[in-house]
């Protein structure tokens, strides 16, 4: 029996597994910073902490809504990454019959995203792969990055 | 709601419970095992002691066989001595040959429920008698087995009490040392986890060590004091909400005064101008009387002018014979007899004269009584116009002037109640963001719960309850919202409802204003009715007096006629005396024509008058109807108006329920929060 996130991007539901999430935030302050490479849309600030933020939406080729938008946090690798996704619909819980293998392409989503498919009370969960959601240079230059924002992070708290 | 956990379902007890069962169902498989063992070992050892018995008895049988005196006192010492119960020795042949027995109880068909670890009471045991290997008898020995059961029965019963005192030491410490280390510590969480789910929120734990229980501990914590934070919020929103609520439920009983006093006002105007309608109404029947009345002058007029003409004819015929009388006189020395004759017929003129002149008198009473009952009715119009008429209308404006005021006042409420309204839409968009932060917060707990696991079973209650409170929140909210909508289009809808029946009041009042001039012109109108019929009425008098005159002369002449025919009768006296006495009579009939037409011109001038004051009062008719149907509309206006203002009170009845219903909802809200006891606002 596992627990995933419910949310949602467009008219689709992802999931994502509940021990991968640190936290749930409603819209913030997206701070941009020129050194950021381009899949990163910013940063956010969540009680002193400094968390690039990953836009689903575009990454998934939905439509970015401005009107409504949540925030998922999620534990990458050693660090924490933040989601922006349109809604938190629940937290849903999958037998493991009720979770089968994705195929090879689902709605123009690369598999290697995905972990499977979750069905329960009609509806179709995509159920992501937090670790495959970047590729392995996105990766290195995230972390370069992090390391960047942290370093003015502590630069600009000497000043101050 | 959680429920408190009961005693037969902890960790502790179960754990106890199967320690327990282990070492009760082992021990006494042991223990009757070895029960067995003992028993079947005692009665070997009873058995073969009674053999031994037995065979000693059969030596001594032997022995003693001559002497039985002997033999029945050995055996009675055996039977006395131990758990031999009896003992019978017979030949050979059957016969006995000692027997000795003590009082003993054959064992019954009662079952034992410890059977098996007990032999029977009696057992009986037979050996064959034998002297050189010949048998000469038998023996046989009945022997008790309570010896055996006394001590199987010691056995059971008291190493099986130890064991249960043993066992009982051993859980209670089991029981403890759980108690100590594991049971304190959850039924501590427990609680504090009842009371949040109580609704609870200023529940507080601490003094954990920094183990499983300790993290649990302040992740508990921490979402009790977010739930918390966020209730208070809730709480004082609402309380604000209801407060709005209570201010909009004033406004609006405000705005029900309004229109009520409003209604007043529009039945004042409407009593008002029935009043007015009912004064006009006389006023009406009045100048119908007076038409009827200078109509009857007229045909006494008519009358009089018959009467005066016939009046002229005679003085006409008068002049005439005393013209006649004249040239007669003149030729008097003619014959006296004529004299006489024509004489005669003057007197006879006079007569026709004075009763005509009567009966013009009587035709003149009466016009001035016409005449003079005019002037009291032109008069009575006059005092009614100018008295009550103007009374009621000036009511009537006054009533108008409060009704415009209050529709006035009315129409500012109501736009202050709409500026209320977007008051509370601002109240509820602040109510929707915490509901929307709240849902956030169960969203957080339930995945802190989740990651928790067992743990966090209690947890997931908590965040269950928060999830379900924002859903409802939530859901009173659009609640509230279109409510809200509702209020406000009701509220355009009286704002219109009471416009135009300010409209219908300032059409009211441009009426009344015209009425109140209609009715200056009718009263300008009456005056100058009551001055004409003063005129008539002066008229009349004066023809009275001309009549006055008439009669005098006509008495002069009668007298003068009558001198005549004395002159006549004494016409010796001479013709110059005649001749004298007949001028005389000319000059009276000269008096009388000149009466006459005196008389014809203020017959005609009253003629004049009267057709003048017909015209008059028929004029006042025409105003007086219109008039009328002035008031009609009025009143018609003025029911329209009381109608729109029922709208108006129905429209705000409703917007009264409707807030009522807003209010209760509020109410509802406010109780389900107070569900949970929050620490006062940090």
């Known amino acids: 029996m596992e627990k995933f996130a419910v949310f949602k991007i467009g008219k689709e539901d992802f999931g994502v597994h509940i021990g991968r999430v640190v936290e749930i935030l409603k819209s913030q302050k997206i701070y941009s910073l020129p050194e950021l490479p381009d899949f990163i849309s910013g940063v956010i600030d969540v009680r002193g902490e400094v968390i690039p933020l990953l836009d689903l939406r575009k990454r998934f080729g939905a439509q970015a809504e401005t009107r409504k938008c949540r925030i998922i946090i999620v534990r990458y690798e050693d660090e924490k990454i933040g989601l922006l996704v349109d809604e938190i619909d629940k937290i849903m819980q999958f037998d493991p019959e009720e979770i089968s293998p994705s195929p090879a392409m689902f709605k123009g989503l690369r598999t290697e995203y995905l972990t499977g498919l979750g069905k329960k009370e009609g509806r179709l969960v995509i159920l992501l792969n937090i670790e495959r959601l970047l590729t392995s240079e996105e990766r290195i230059v995230l972390k370069e990055s992090t390391g960047l924002i942290e370093e003015e992070d502590a630069g600009t708290g000497k000043s101050a | 709601m959680m429920e408190k956990i009961k005693i037969k379902n902890t960790l502790v007890t179960n754990f106890t419970a199967m320690i327990l069962l282990i070492l009760v169902v082992g021990q006494g498989i042991l223990y009757a095992w070895l029960m067995l063992y003992q028993k079947s070992y005692l009665k070997e050892r009873l058995s073969a002691e009674v053999t031994a018995t037995a065979e000693h008895i059969r030596n001594a049988a032997v022995t003693m ?302 016009v001035e009584v016409n005449a003079k009952e005019a002037a009291r009715l032109a008069s009575d119009t006059r005092a009614i116009l100018g008295g009550q008429c103007i009374d009621a209308v000036s009511d009537a404006i006054n009533s108008m002037d409060t009704l415009m005021s209050e529709v006035k006042k009315s129409s500012e409420t109501v736009s202050r109640l709409s500026g209320r309204s977007d008051d509370i839409e601002k109240m509820l968009k602040v109510i929707k963001d915490v509901t929307e932060q709240t849902n956030l917060l169960s969203l957080n707990a339930a995945i802190l719960a989740a990651q928790a696991g067992e743990y966090g079973k209690s947890f997931s209650v908590v965040a269950d309850e928060i999830r379900g409170l924002s859903d409802r929140t939530a859901a009173s909210t659009k609640e509230i919202s279109n409510i809200i909508k509702t209020i406000q289009s009701e509220i355009a809808d009286a704002v219109k409802a009471i416009n135009s029946s300010m409209n219908i009041a300032t059409e009211s009042n441009t009426l009344v204003f015209k009425s109140g001039e209609d009715m200056a012109r009718a009263l300008e109108v009456a005056q100058k009715s009551a001055s004409m019929a003063e005129a008539i009425k002066r008229a009349t008098e004066e023809q009275a007096n001309g009549l006055k005159q008439i009669v005098v002369s006509v008495e002069n002449i009668r007298k003068m006629i009558e001198h005549t025919a004395q002159a006549t009768q004494e016409q010796q006296k001479g013709t110059a005396h005649l001749l004298e006495g007949v001028s005389d009579v000319k000059d009276a009939a000269d008096i009388v024509k000149h009466g006459a037409e005196e008389e014809a011109a203020g017959i005609k001038a009253v003629s004049k008058n009267l057709e003048l004051a017909d015209e008059r009062i028929k004029q006042i008719g025409d105003a007086t109807s219109g008039y009328q149907k002035l008031n009609d509309s009025i009143a018609a206006a003025m029911e329209q108006m009381r109608g729109i203002g029922m709208t108006a009170v129905k429209d705000v009845e409703e917007v009264s329920v409707s807030l009522t219903t807003l209010f209760n909802e509020i109410e509802l809200l406010k109780k389900e929060m107070a569900a949970f006891k929050v620490k006062s606002a940090k």
């Open chain 2, 65 to 366: 066989g001559h002497d039985p005196k002997q033999l029945d006192m050995f055996l009675e010492t055996l039977v006395k001595s131990g758990s031999i119960l009896a003992v019978k020795i017979t030949d050979a042949s059957g016969n006995v040959l000692a027997a000795r027995a003590v009082q003993y109880k054959e064992e019954g068909p009662g079952l034992n429920p410890f059977f098996m670890f007990f032999v029977p009471d009696v057992n009986s045991m037979k050996l064959p008698m034998e002297t050189a290997k010949k048998e000469t008898g038998s023996l046989e020995v009945v022997y008790s087995g309570q010896s055996v059961n006394e001590v199987m029965r010691r056995f059971l019963v008291i190493p099986p009490f130890m064991q249960v005192v043993t066992f009982l030491i051993i859980i209670y410490s089991i029981i403890k040392f759980f108690q100590k280390k594991v049971g304190k510590p959850v039924k501590r969480i427990n609680a504090a986890l009842a009371r949040a789910t109580g609704g609870d929120l200023t529940v507080e734990i601490s003094e954990f060590k920094d183990d499983e229980f300790g993290s649990i501990a302040n992740g508990f914590k921490f979402l009790i004091d977010r739930l918390a934070s966020t209730l208070n919020k809730m709480k004082s929103m609402s309380e604000n909400v209801s407060m709005a609520i209570n201010q909009l439920t004033l406004t609006f009983r405000n705005v029900n005064q309004g229109i009520q006093k409003q209604t007043e006002s529009g039945n004042n105007v409407m009593t008002s101008v029935k009043r007015a309608n009912d004064s006009h109404k006389q006023i009406t029947e009045d100048v119908g009387k007076l038409i009827d009345f200078s109509n009857e002058n007229v045909t006494s007029l008519l009358e009089m002018k018959a009467t005066a003409d016939e009046i002229a004819l005679s003085t006409g015929r008068l002049f005439k014979a005393t013209e006649d009388a004249y040239s007669v006189v003149a030729q008097m020395s003619q014959t006296s007899k004529v004299i006489a004759e024509n004489a005669e017929e003057a007197s006879k003129a006079v007569e026709d004269t004075s009763s005509s002149v009567e009966e013009i008198n009587a035709s003149v009473k009466e």
